[in-house]
């Protein structure tokens, strides 16, 4: 009797599912003529205006480089290092936030403005524990540029430490 009725209930499921999928709806078109012209136009207008707005708020970021060599270390060093940049635009450079490309890479840098035609500089600190060999990460900065995303990068060689850690731990 269980059998017939398990049987039942998944004979009725497939009925279903099987009905459902051979019904099909016709799609709805959506013609740009079912709009008035009126409301694209201001929709337009309104994203030109945010882009303009946008524009007249942005300034520009200069590095001296484009990748930036941190030397050699051995493993297990906090390397520390101060990149500089210039603030190429007309307006003050505001930098919102910074992150290095992974944990290893942190970011520290001034909240105040960068004046336009002033220096700024943004401090690295780079923790070599467990990077042996060639590395070359990233800083991605985050200002009121154009682009509103900078890419620094860095190359740094990682030796070997003489004392050998314990796998364990």
Same mark, same amino acid.
């Given at each position: /009797? *269980?059998?017939?009725?398990?049987?039942? $209930?998944?004979?009725? +499921?497939?009925?279903?599912?099987?009905?459902?999928?051979?019904?099909?709806?016709?799609?709805?078109?959506?013609?740009?003529?079912?709009?008035?012209? =009126?409301?694209? &136009?201001? +929709?337009?207008?309104?994203?030109?205006?945010?882009?303009?707005?946008?524009?007249? +708020? $942005?300034? =520009?970021?200069?590095? !001296? *480089?484009?990748?930036? &060599?941190?030397?050699?270390?051995?493993?297990? !060093? +906090?390397?520390?290092?101060?990149?500089?940049?210039?603030?190429?635009?007309?307006?003050?450079?505001?930098? !919102?936030?910074?992150?290095? @490309?992974?944990?290893?890479?942190?970011?520290?840098?001034?909240?105040?403005?960068?004046?336009?035609?002033? %220096?700024?500089?943004?401090?690295?600190?780079?923790? =070599?524990? #467990? #990077?042996?060999?060639?590395?070359?990460?990233?800083? /991605? $900065?985050?200002?009121?540029?154009?682009?509103?995303?900078?890419?620094?990068?860095?190359?740094?060689?990682?030796?070997? @430490? %003489?004392?050998? %850690?314990?796998?364990?731990?």
């Amino acid at each position: /009797m *269980k059998k017939w009725i398990f049987r039942g $209930i998944v004979f009725f +499921t497939f009925a279903v599912l099987f009905t459902q999928c051979r019904t099909k709806e016709k799609p709805t078109e959506v013609t740009i003529e079912k709009f008035p012209q =009126s409301s694209l &136009d201001s +929709t337009q207008k309104s994203e030109e205006q945010l882009e303009e707005e946008r524009l007249k +708020t $942005i300034t =520009s970021i200069k590095f !001296d *480089k484009e990748v930036y &060599d941190f030397g050699t270390c051995i493993e297990g !060093d +906090t390397v520390r290092n101060t990149i500089e940049f210039v603030n190429t635009g007309k307006l003050p450079l505001v930098i !919102d936030q910074a992150y290095g @490309s992974c944990g290893c890479t942190v970011p520290k840098y001034a909240k105040e403005p960068v004046q336009p035609g002033q %220096k700024g500089k943004i401090d690295i600190e780079f923790n =070599s524990d #467990r #990077r042996v060999g060639a590395n070359t990460k990233s800083v /991605m $900065i985050q200002a009121n540029t154009n682009p509103p995303i900078t890419v620094v990068n860095f190359s740094i060689n990682v030796k070997e @430490s %003489k004392k050998k %850690k314990s796998s364990w731990f």
